[in-house]
């Protein structure tokens, strides 16, 4: 079965700090997708970024970064310098390719990191 | 290029009545996935439509049901509702083609049963 754990539940950390949130995942599948999606609190989920499988690159986008290692099964993300308009509820997910069958596979999610960034 | 929207935004329901919740996906999309998120968790999958059929489902009984009209615009019915349908039922978009992409999320519908 596929399972996406983010153990920490909140994080409060103080403006310009940086932090890091993790996510493990678990698939027996060699094709899968990972996703980082961000939930303000107005409710609406926002797309942070996809990564496949096959694609171990380190990403870095603004003040975003995200580093994903196969051998530890994680996809971490981490904010530099937060500033308080990243509060919100962070989501990682995971979709298989296998799902994948002329339409969109679904997404598995993890129950989310609340992160509170203080003046 | 209007986003995903859903409607409405509130709903209050008593047990045992039924409820049909509203989404249109984000223009030239083709697929709406549905959503139900509960209070302090994440999302779960309920189910997925493309091409006015049921792609996918995940593991919710038979009083949840859907419906995709040819517009691409869906429709997600519960019946015989539960105190534990209270929850913000998201609606989502995406695009066949080229792997699993992103899905646009609309605002969500917030329910209450009591």
């Known amino acids: 079965a596929q399972k996406v754990t983010q153990a920490q539940t909140e994080i409060s950390v103080v403006e310009k700090e940086d932090v890091t949130l993790d996510c493990v995942y678990e698939t027996r599948d060699t094709t899968y997708y990972l996703f980082w999606y961000k939930q303000p609190p107005s409710g609406e989920l926002v797309f942070l970024i996809r990564?496949?499988?096959?694609?171990?690159q380190n990403e870095i986008s603004g003040r975003y970064s995200w580093n994903f290692q196969k051998s530890t099964s994680s996809f971490n993300f981490t904010i530099t310098a937060s500033q308080v308009v990243d509060s919100a509820v962070y989501f990682c997910a995971l979709t298989l390719f296998r799902n994948y069958g002329g339409s969109q596979g679904n997404l598995i999610f993890g129950k989310g990191t609340k992160l509170s960034v203080k003046p | 290029d209007a986003g995903v929207t859903q409607s409405p935004t509130h709903l209050i329901k008593t047990r045992g009545q039924q409820v049909t919740l509203r989404c249109s996906p984000k223009s030239g999309h083709d697929t709406v996935s549905w959503y139900q998120q509960a209070l302090g968790q994440g999302p779960q999958f309920i189910f997925q439509?493309?091409?006015?059929?049921?792609?996918q489902r995940g593991n919710f009984p038979d009083r949840f049901s859907g419906h995709q009209f040819p517009n691409y615009s869906s429709e997600l019915n519960v019946n015989a509702l539960l105190l534990g349908d209270s929850a913000l039922y998201l609606c989502?978009?995406?695009?066949?083609?080229?792997?699993?992409?992103?899905?646009?999320f609309g605002p969500g519908t917030r329910l209450t049963v009591l």
């Open positions: 439509y493309y091409e006015e059929e049921e792609r």
């Open positions: 989502a978009s995406s695009l066949v083609g080229g792997g699993p992409r992103e899905q646009f």
């Open positions: 990564r496949n499988s096959f694609d171990e």
